[in-house]
T-cell receptor, first 114, second 110 residues
Framework: EADIYQTPRYLVIGTGKKITLECSQT?????MYWYQQDPGMELHLIHY???????EKGDLSSESTVSRIRTEHFPLTLESARPSHTSQYLC?????????????FGSGTQLSVL | GQNIDQPTEMTATEGAIVQINCTYQ??????LFWYQQHAGEAPTFLSY????GLEEKGRFSSFLSRSKGYSYLLLKELQMKDSASYLC???????????FGPGTRLSVLP
């Protein structure tokens, strides 16, 4: 079944560690996104990609980086985690064409940095 | 830039009808979307309006007026499972200008 997957679901890590949040989709979508969301707050776009080797920063400044080497894979990396990075990170994908902004979201990664 | 406003919270009774409003100001317009998000879960797509008027989908309907920068989501025959946040999202110029509003937290009471 076509879907979008995020791992890990929960992550607790110490300050200064390097972490990578994984996101994969099997829908063949060209567009992929990373959003950050604090509890009860709005979604903020931190990175997006329109295809392989294409990555852009979003509206919210972030110390994370992303890569898009394969269509289905869009990992997000924090080189040195800090408590201010504690948040939920949501990955999404969408197709091109008329329904380009119909986003399909993964289940999210809840990150806690101690 | 883009600005989207929604009420922060709403409360309604099971079986009733509720209307969640959304006003927006954007540079360009490609469409308006409504998403539902249950606590601790990812958003799921509900509806999409690109032209003025009402789009009906079962118990959910969404209305758009582009000249007024206004949309609403109408939920009929409310059920307890409809308790969630409802996010209004607008696509401005093609591509990256897709912005979510702050969301409206709806509580359905028995």
């Amino acid at each position: 079944e076509a879907d979008i997957y995020q791992t890990p679901r929960y992550l607790v890590i110490g300050t200064g560690k390097k972490i990578t949040l994984e996101c994969s989709q099997t829908m063949g979508h060209d567009k992929m996104y990373w959003y950050q969301q604090d509890p009860g707050m709005e979604l903020h776009l931190i990175h997006y990609s329109y295809g392989v080797n294409s990555t852009e920063k979003g509206d919210l400044s972030s110390e994370s980086t992303v890569s898009r080497i394969r269509t289905e894979h869009f990992p997000l990396t924090l080189e040195s985690a800090r408590p201010s990075h504690t948040s939920q990170y949501l990955c999404a994908s969408s197709d091109t064409g008329v329904w380009t902004e119909k986003l399909f979201f993964g289940s999210g990664t809840q990150l806690s940095v101690l | 830039g883009q600005n989207i406003d929604q009420p922060t919270e709403m409360t309604a009774t099971e079986g009733a009808i509720v209307q969640i409003n959304c006003t927006y100001q954007t540079s360009g317009f490609n469409g308006l979307f409504w998403y539902q998000q249950h606590a601790g879960e990812a958003p799921t797509f509900l509806s999409y309006n690109v032209l003025d008027g009402l789009e009906e989908k079962g118990r959910f309907s969404s209305f758009l007026s582009r000249s007024k920068g206004y949309s609403y989501l109408l939920l009929k025959e409310l059920q307890m499972k409809d308790s969630a946040s409802y996010l209004c999202a607008v696509s401005g110029n093609y591509g990256q200008n897709f912005v979510f509003g702050p969301g409206t937290r709806l509580s359905v009471l028995p």
